[in-house]
C-alpha cells in the first residue's frame, strides 16, 4: 500500500480535484491524504482572527464569501443532480456550523475546529466525486486515528494500532481518502499539526501501515537546488538524503515539511516528490541512501535575529554555555544557529516573542546586542569534514556579502550563514552560481 499527498494546489479547485481522481484511479488499494483546497486555510484562519477581535460581522462576510467559492466547485465538480444536491446540503451545513462558532466564546479550541473544515470538505468531495465515477472510495476521519499525547506530539502507538485495524474493516475498499493537517488534542478536542502539517500526516500514516512508499504530489517537478520563487533556472534534485531533505525543509525550501521526513526516515520507506502538473516527471526521491561528495541544493529562511553575548569573564569560564542556554530554555525558545569566540557567544532564533526576557537575563552575564531582520542560508549536501574544497565554494560565493555568522560541522550535511534579510537575493544568486553553474547575475 502507497501513501498519496496532495496538497493545497493539486486540490485547488474542481477541475484540478478530478486530475487528481484520475491520478488516484491509475493505482487501487491506497491511502489518500489531502489538504485543504488552496487559499481555504488562510480563509479560515482570517474568519478566526474576526472572531477572535470581536467582529462577528466581519466574519460573516469572509465566511459567505467562502461558501459562495465552495458552491460553485460543487457545480463543476459533480455531474448529476443527486450529487450536487447533497454536496450543497453538505457545504451549507460546513458553514452554518462556522458560523456558530462566533456566537459564544472563541477560543484556540474552537479557532481549530474552524481551521480543520478545510481538509474536511476537500476530502468529502473528492472520496464523493470518485463514488459518482463508480469507485469504491472510503472516507476516513483522520482524527479517529490520529491524536496528540500529553507532550503535544502525534501518538505514533496508537496511530499504529487504529489506522491498519480501520483499514482492515474495509474490505470493499478501492481507495480510502483522509485529511491531512487535522488530529485530535490529548484533552480530545480539535487539533492540528500546524501549516503545512498534511506532509507530516501522509509521513505519519506511511509509518503507521508500513507503506512501500510515500507520494507528496504537489505542484512543481521535486525539490529543486535553489528557491524557484527567488532565483531563475533552478533544477530539480533528482535525489536526497532524508537529512538532507530535513535541513532543507526547515530552512525553508516550502515544498516539504520538515517533521515530515522523521517518521519516514525511521521507517525506512522513500518519500517521492511528484508533480501534480506533469504526473510523468521524474521527482525526487527521499532515502536513507546518500551521494558522496555532491552539494545538493541552497535554501533560505527569513526572520531571523541574531543575539550575541560577550563577557570576558567567559574566558576559561566553565558554566558559561549552560547559564546561557538555560535562559533560551526556560524561555521556551529554540536556538537556530550558534557560534562560540574565546569572549562570547552568537546565537540566532526565529521566535522572537520571548526576545525582550530574554536579553534582560542575558545582560546578567555579559553585554548583549541583537541584529535583527537576518535570514539563514543553508548549503546542503555531503559536507562530511573530510571532504574537501566544499566549504570554500560555499564561502567563496558568499565573498561580496556580510557574513554576521557561520556555522559549519554540526553535521555532516550542511554549512549554513546567516545574513542580512536584504542580501538575501544576492546570495542564493550567487551560491547558484557558484555551486550548480546556474548562470544567475
Ligand atoms: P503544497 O500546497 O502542495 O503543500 P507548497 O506550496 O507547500 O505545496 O510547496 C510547493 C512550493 O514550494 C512550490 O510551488 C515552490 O514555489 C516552493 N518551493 C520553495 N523552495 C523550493 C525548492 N527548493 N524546491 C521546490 N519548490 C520550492
Ligand atoms: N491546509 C494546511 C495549511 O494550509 C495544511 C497543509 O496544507 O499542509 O497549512
Ligand atoms: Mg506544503
Known sequence: MKVLKFGGTSVGSAQRMKGVAELICKEKGNLVVL????????????????????????????????EKKYLSHITELYSTKEMQGSAREFIKSTFAFICSLGKEVFGSAEEKALVAQGELMSSRMLADYLIEK?????????????????????????????????LKAHKEAEVFITQGFICLGADGRPDNLGRGGSDYSASLFGAAIGASEILIWTDIDGM????????????????????????????????LHPTCVLPAKFANIPVRLLNTMDPSAQGTVINNESDPGTIKAVAAKDNITAISIKSSRMLLAHGFLRKVFEIFESYKTPIDMITTSEVG?????????????????????????????????????????????????????????????????????????????????????????????????
Open 224 to 255: 529543486h537546488n535553489n528557491d524557484p520563487r527567488v532565483v531563475e533556472g533552478t533544477r530539480p534534485v533528482r535525489h536526497l538524503h532524508f537529512e538532507e531533505a530535513a535541513e532543507l525543509g526547515y530552512f525553508g525550501a516550502k515544498i
Open 134 to 166: 463508480g469507485v469504491k472510495a472510503v472516507l476516513l476521519q483522520a482524527p479517529d486515528f490520529l491524536r496528540k499525547d500529553s507532550q503535544g506530539e502525534p501518538d505514533q502507538q496508537y496511530l499504529k494500532e487504529k489506522l491498519p485495524q480501520i
Open 345 to 441: 557567544v552568537s546565537m540566532s532564533i526565529d521566535d522572537t516573542t520571548q526576545l525582550k526576557g530574554i536579553v534582560q537575563d542575558l545582560r546578567r552575564y555579559g553585554s548583549v546586542s541583537v541584529d535583527s531582520d537576518m535570514c539563514i542560508i543553508c548549503v546542503v549536501g555531503d559536507m562530511d569534514w573530510e571532504n574537501v574544497g566544499f566549504e570554500s565554494r560555499a564561502m567563496d560565493a558568499m565573498r561580496d556579502i556580510p557574513v554576521r555568522m557561520v556555522s559549519y560541522g554540526g553535521s555532516n550535511w550542511n554549512i549554513s550563514f546567516l545574513i542580512r534579510e536584504e542580501d538575501k537575493e544576492r546570495a542564493l544568486k550567487s551560491l547558484s552560481k557558484c555551486l550548480f553553474n546556474d548562470a544567475q547575475g
Open 35 to 66: 489538504s485543504a483546497m488552496s487559499g481555504t486555510t488562510n480563509a479560515l484562519l482570517e474568519i478566526a482572527s474576526y472572531l477572535r477581535n470581536g467582529n462577528p460581522e466581519g466574519a460573516t462576510d469572509a465566511s459567505r464569501r467562502l
